[in-house]
Structure formats: C-alpha cells, structure tokens
C-alpha cells in the first residue's frame, strides 16, 4: 500500500464530469465506506468514512461523504448498516481453459510437489474444446466472481500454445473483458519442447502477430521449467514494441530474473513475488511495477508463503489477486485471498482490502476502478458486516449483500 499526505474531512462536491440528465442513486446509512482516497474520511490511505453514503449519476460515483449529508437523487438504497468497499479488481487470472485437474490436486495434497509441467494437461483439454465451451467458461468463472464482488478482471491466454489456438483465446477473453493478456509463453509448447528456441520465435514472430490485436498486456512466465530470463526479455521485448504492456511471472517457484526483469521493462506488475532477494525488494520499492501476490496458488500448492510484510515496509506497491486457473489455484474469491493475507502473509486488514481493489488496479494501470471517489467508475460492493474488516475476520463466509458494476446493480 502506498502512503499519501492529503487529507480533509470535508464531503466532496460533485465533479465537472456528472452525466447529463443520467438518474442519480443514494446509497446511504453505510456504516464504514473504504474509498481508498486518503483525502476523505479518517485521512488513512483507505480513505474510511463512517456513517457514509455514495451517489452514482449514470456509471460514475458523483459524490461521497456523511450520510446525513448527502443531496436528493432520484433513487435511494439504504444500506442497512453495512459496510461498502470497491468492486475487486482481480488483475490476474487464467479463465481461457477446458477440463479438469482434480486428479494432480489429489495427488499434490497426498505428498507429490508443484511444477510447472501440469500445465500441459490443461493445454491438451484445451485445444480440444470448442469456441462455444471456451466462452461459456470464462462467462461462468466470471459471473461466479463477480457474485463475490469482483467488478474489473483481467484474464490470459496461454492455454493453447499454438498460433491458432492462442488467437482464439484472445478473442474468447475479449468477449467478457477489456484487461486481456497474451501469454503464448506459459510454457513451451509439448510440440517444441525439445526445441525452446523454435517456440520463443514462433512467440515473438507468428504467434505475436496473429495475438496482438486482441490483448492489452503481454505476459511470460519466467521460471525454471518455462523460460529463463534471457528468453523472457525477448518475448516481452517482442511484445512490446507491438504495443503491448509487459508483465511478468516472477519468482513463483524459486529465486530467478522475473522480478528485476520486469523493473528494467517497466511491467506493471510483477506477480508471484514468493522467492525475493533483497535486491528485488528494493527494485520493486523504487520502481512502478506492481508486486501482485496469489495467495490461492500458496494455499493450493502447499507452497512458501509470499512476505507480503517485507514488500510493503519498503515501499513497494503490493495487489492482491485470485490468479483463478484449474491447476494451482482454482479460486475467484478474492475475499479468500484477503484472508489468507492477512493470516499468513502479513498484512493488516485495511493493506489487504487496499491491494484487492486499488492494488489490483494499479497493476492493471487504472485511475478509474479500485476506489469510490467522484469520478471513479461506480463499482461498489455492499457486504453482510459493520466493516470491511470482516473479510478477513470471517474466513469462508458468503459476506457479499449487493454489487454495483458502472452503476448498474447487478446482485
């Protein structure tokens, strides 16, 4: 989380950009409203108000403040005492996929390791489903998150590993979502696999150009049994000068050149972030990539829990994200993530619910989502508690009473 100095109790006033003739809605008697805007409320970078209400004027969050003050609207929503947070921003995710890895779940909780090579089973699945299949899951896991308050995610290819099957991943992911990323280099195509350099020019060349036009983001997964750092700045280099943003899987399974590649590349996230030398802690403090924990992928793989503590006392920003995939973390609850969070990686309350909504945002290089504030995008989550901190306090528990997605009530 990062620090801010503003600060003022005063109501914001109604922005410039107010919808013109658009129906204004009040959501009032919020007893705790998290805007992450540290100008409003208790002055802390979650920006606490208490007692609160929130006005949308079309897609947008027109005005926040004390609820005894908000002005007349056309509609109101009493909120009944609950506490209101932004919509989650999931910045990572694999959505793109057919079939079912349960088997390697099974056999990993009876004692066998993680690695990278189970991804191949999916791949197969993969491209053996239909257009149709494919769409229909990513519509499924995205409506299911968006039930638990996920209102922005972003989600990958990297499923298919041929020039063919990874464009028609892309266009799958960009029927439901604008935050796209091509990842051709998950791992080497089973095809290539004893030719790596073949599958990284087919990354960088054909299948780059085939993908390009559907993604907004280009990602490569930098891991020993994947590709190694030399490998992965090509790719992203590749990608790049396509106009697409890097990100980078860094330092999941073991110490390697993720993280700092992706600093020297500017990526706007780094994520994983489980094996940090101190050096990268620092790379990633002074620099404006974000470090995105995935919580669900430590709990699944039984694996070393990232310190989340250590990055967020340097300095760097922290998001906190599902990385939803059928191998090793088959979860779209991001309030799931927030508890692991703060239980086992140590973060507080207030850091995790920041990194699960702004967090997320800035690893996506969004102004507009990840906070309640005028002018944001009116995405706002009603929970079934007094407190946002109940999200970590009452793990499990079906916490989410209403979600608003660009101003529209969807539950």
Known sequence: MTPTDAHTDAPTATPANTPVNAPTTAV??????????PSLG?????????????????????????????????NAVDAGGRAAVPGFVDSHSHLVFAGDRTQEFNARMSGRPYSAGGIRTT??????????????????????????????????SGYGLTVADEARALRVAARHT??????????????LADDPAAYVALVTGDMLDACAPYARWV??????????????????????????????????????????????????S????????????????????????????????????PDARRLLDSGATVALSTDCNPGSSFTSSMAFCIALAVRDMG????????????GGAAALRRTDVGRLAPGARADLVLLDAPSHVHLAYRPGVPLTHAVWKAGERVR
């Open 347 to 358: 973060m507080t309350p207030d850091e995790a619910i920041w990194s699960a909504t702004a």
């Open 219 to 268: 990602d490569v997964f930098c891991e020993k049994g994947a590709f190694d750092g030399d490998q992965a700045r090509a790719i992203l280099t590749a990608g790049r000068a396509k106009g697409l943003v890097p990100r980078v899987h860094a330092n999941q399974l073991s110490y390697g050149p993720g993280v700092q590649l992706a600093v020297e590349l500017d990526a706007a």
């Open 123 to 156: 791949v197969a699945a993969t491209r053996a489903a239909t257009d149709d299949e494919l769409s229909a899951n990513v519509a499924k896991y995205l409506a299911e998150a968006l039930r638990q308050g996920t209102t922005t995610q972003e989600t990958k």
């Open 178 to 191: 604008d935050e796209v990323t091509y990842l051709g280099a998950h791992i080497v195509a089973p095809e």
């Open 28 to 37: 009032t008697n919020i007893a705790a409203l998290v805007t992450n805007d």
């Open 270 to 305: 780094a994520d994983h972030c489980t094996h940090l030398t101190d050096a990268d802690v620092d790379a990633l403090a002074h620099s404006r990539t974000v470090a995105t924990l995935l919580p669900g992928a430590e709990f699944s793989t039984r694996a070393e829990w």
């Open 42 to 74: 208790d002055g802390s970078p979650i920006g606490l108000i208490q007692d609160a209400a929130v006005v949308i004027g079309g897609d947008r969050v027109i005005w926040v403040g004390e609820s005894s003050k908000a002005p007349a609207t056309d």
